[in-house]
């Protein structure tokens, strides 16, 4: 990491402008290839969307047989990657979908028939699931299916440990502290200015600032059609031991998750009726135990336009967090559901494409919008952005 005076100037080949998960991953892989990379970030680590999420590292959040679904399976590969050279928290703890219904459990056992070969997974009637994991409970399990290659990732911890081992590999250059409030093409390169006077100049740009889209081209973004998403998360107590070996996930996240939608039942499924405070709050059950027993319990989906989401990011709805107690007990049996922390999320959706990318004077390139995925697919699509943009 670099300390640098007020009023210097610094050159590269590429400047990366936000160094979340998306950020990073562009950082990292144009180094890779060999440009002179400079990583910026505002704050000393970054501490939005990258570090606020669930930490789970799942191939079925996206469609199979489509470009993210390898760009998913790249991104759990360069996770297991870096993680043998350097510990970034990476957990193979699998991931375990839980079904309510007979429905759900119809399309978990259809897909784990017909991605036999693609998706590595273990179904479970519920006899089985019940037997396996004793703090499921029993009026809720219809069945389960395993995903034992997936992973799970303290997001609170994975850049704070992964940025510094790779600036001190000098695979790339990282500014903290670095406020940019200015992005101008030259015709010859770009100029970039921060608030404390320092220039930095390239030949190409990608911003990677997420929901910081009031600062640079707020015009631009005005005009994009993005959403900033909100989600609501809560951590309970330690618990007394391990609980949950595996990332849990609801019958609601069946439904949410576009991997399932090649199973014949899930049109079906998706027909039916929800409750309407599932279903306006987007609430998909999801729990994750940390290292420290503590578990990690959630979420919840609210949208609005980007110019109209200033007072959706100023409160919490505690009757989502009493949904997710609710929901959550029904189909867990925990030892302790006292709470220790309850945060906030946000997250830039793109409602027309799966990401939202662009070009301005042809050297500066905005790279948001990727909504809930970035975890699980970030790093891959990164990679393939880079080899897409520099070649």
């Known amino acids: 990491m670099h300390t640098i005076p007020n009023g210097t100037h610094h050159h590269a080949d590429v400047i990366v402008i936000g160094a979340g998960v998306l950020g990073t991953f562009h950082a990292y892989h144009a180094a890779r290839k060999g440009y002179k990379t400079l990583l910026l970030e505002r704050n000393p680590f970054p501490n939005d969307a990258s570090t606020r999420n669930f930490g789970m590292v799942v191939r079925t959040i996206v469609e199979v047989d489509s470009p993210w679904a390898e760009f998913a399976r790249v991104s759990q590969e360069l996770y297991r990657s870096l993680q043998r050279d350097y510990d970034i928290s990476v957990r193979e703890t699998g991931s375990l979908y839980v079904a309510s219904t007979e429905l759900e459990r119809r399309v978990l056992a259809e ?9 590595p997974s273990t179904y479970l009637e519920a006899r089985e699931a019940l037997q396996r994991y004793p703090y499921l409970q029993e009026s809720y399990c219809q069945g389960a299916l395993s995903f034992p290659t997936d992973l799970v990732i303290d997001p609170g911890q994975m850049l704070h440990q992964l940025i510094p081992q790779l600036s001190e590999q000098q695979l790339f250059a990282y500014y903290p502290h670095t406020l940019v409030i200015a992005v101008e093409s030259t015709g010859q390169g770009c100029v970039v200015r921060d608030a404390r006077g320092n220039t930095f100049t390239a030949e190409q740009i990608f911003l990677c600032n997420g929901t910081e889209y009031r600062t640079l081209f707020p015009e631009h973004f005005a005009q994009s059609g993005l959403q900033i998403c909100k989600l609501q ?14 990332a849990l996930l609801s019958g609601l996240s069946i439904r949410r998750y576009p991997a399932f939608q090649v199973c014949p039942s899930y049109a079906q499924l998706a027909e039916q009726e929800m409750e309407q405070p599932l279903r306006d709050y987007g609430i998909h059950m999801l729990f994750k135990q940390n290292i420290d027993h503590s578990i990690v319990i959630g979420d919840s989906h609210e949208y609005l336009p980007c110019q109209e989401a200033s007072p959706l990011e100023e409160r919490t709805n505690w009757q989502i967090n009493e949904i997710f107690l609710e929901q959550g007990k029904r189909m867990l049996n925990l030892p302790d559901w006292r709470l220790q922390k309850t945060w906030n999320g946000y997250y830039m959706v793109n409602p027309q494409d799966q990401v939202y990318t662009a070009t301005l004077d042809e050297n500066i390139h905005i790279v ?14 990164a990679r393939h952005h880079i080899e897409q943009v520099l070649g």
């Open 368 to 381: 948001t919008g990727i909504a809930g995925k970035g975890m699980s697919t970030g790093p891959g699509f």
């Open 233 to 246: 998360m809560l951590q309970t107590l330690p618990q007394p031991g391990p609980v949950l070996p595996h």
């Open 111 to 119: 897909f784990a028939h017909l991605q036999a070969t693609s998706y």
